[in-house]
T-cell receptor, first 116, second 116 residues
Framework: AQKITQTQPGMFVQEKEAVTLDCTYD???????LFWYKQPSSGEMIFLIY????DQQNATEGRYSLNFQKARKSANLVISASQLGDSAMYFC?????????????WGLGTSLAVNP | NAGVMQNPRHLVRRRGQEARLRCSPM?????VYWYRQLPEEGLKFMVY????????ESGMPKERFSAEFPKEGPSILRIQQVVRGDSAAYFC??????????????FGPGTRLLVL
């Protein structure tokens, strides 16, 4: 069975500093995709970044980057130069292949607070 | 390019009533997914639909819940005889192509259902 684990219920970071949000996963699928989403207090779910299991390089999108360590089954999100608007819930999710490629499996999320 | 639209954003029902949640996918997207988020939890997959077809309903409760995506019009998630445990945020997502580990699902703002 597929599983996503986010061990940090809450994190604090000082504005303009970098922060790493942890995500570990478990799957037996040979091919899979890992996603990060942001959920601000307004409630919508915003796609941030994607990493494929066969991608040679770590994904980057602006201030977001993914520290992908396949052997350790971890896909940590790094946010550089934190901004006040980064305060939100962050969810890690994955999709496998075959019959698992239609649904996202989600972690419980990490609440990030950016302090001025 | 409009994003995924969901309405209503907030819905209050009394126990035993019916709830109808609507989702219009992004333009050009013909694949729709419904997820449920209980308070302080991650999202849980409910159902995946293409136009006029239910592809995967493995996450749908066996009773009272149904979903459709007609040829014309939005996708509808219908909950009959609601109970307090149905109170949750219901998210709809869409993608241009179904399946595939790399296929990103884009989410609507969600419908917050409160059952009194």
């Amino acid at each position: 069975a597929q599983k996503i684990t986010q061990t940090q219920p809450g994190m604090f970071v000082q504005e303009k500093e970098a922060v790493t949000l942890d995500c570990t996963y478990d799957t037996s699928d040979p091919s899979y995709g890992l996603f990060w989403y942001k959920q601000p207090s307004s409630g919508e779910m915003i796609f941030l970044i994607y990493q494929g299991s066969y991608d040679q390089q770590n994904a980057t999108e602006g201030r977001y980057s993914l520290n992908f360590q396949k052997a350790r089954k971890s896909a940590n999100l790094v946010i550089s130069a934190s901004q006040l608007g980064d305060s939100a819930m962050y969810f890690c999710a994955m999709k496998g292949d075959g019959g698992n490629n239609r649904k996202l499996i989600w972690g419980l999320g990490t609440s990030l607070a950016v302090n001025p | 390019n409009a994003g995924v639209m969901q309405n209503p954003r907030h819905l209050v029902r009394r126990r035993g009533q019916e709830a109808r949640l609507r989702c219009s996918p992004m333009k050009g997207h013909s694949h729709v997914y419904w997820y449920r988020q209980l308070p302080e939890e991650g999202l849980k997959f409910m159902v995946y639909l293409q136009k006029e077809n239910i592809i995967d309903e493995s996450g749908m409760p066996k009773e009272r819940f149904s979903a459709e995506f007609p040829k014309e019009g939005p996708s509808i998630l219908r909950i009959q005889q609601v109970v307090r445990g149905d109170s949750a945020a219901y998210f709809c997502a869409s993608s241009p192509v179904g399946g595939g580990v790399q296929e990103t699902q884009y989410f609507g703002p969600g419908t917050r259902l409160l059952v009194l």
